[in-house]
């Protein structure tokens, strides 16, 4: 299945919930992480229930310190 990540294609190999993405292909952890689906932002209690599909544009944004 392709998909973009951060403007960039991917392929999996099946159908994953954001969490599973995070975890499973992008190795990013959780904290300070925010997710868009389609230009939607996922809250971080529904990563487990919202499943990628094809074609799907996520984003991942991490907080980062500084001034």
């Known amino acids: 299945m392709d998909i973009t990540v ?3 294609p991917l392929q999996i190999s099946d ?3 954001v ?3 995070l975890e499973d292909h992008i190795q ?3 904290e300070g992480i925010a997710v868009a689906v389609n230009q939607s932002v996922i809250p971080k209690e529904n990563w487990g229930k919202t499943f990628i599909g094809s074609g799907d544009n996520i984003i991942f ?4 310190q500084g001034g």
């Not at 944004?61 to 980062?64: D, F, L, P, R, W």
């Open 28 to 30: 990013l952890k959780s």
């Open 15 to 17: 159908s994953c919930s």
């Open 19 to 21: 969490s599973q993405l």
């Open 61 to 64: 944004i991490k907080a980062t």
């Open 6 to 8: 951060n403007n960039e």
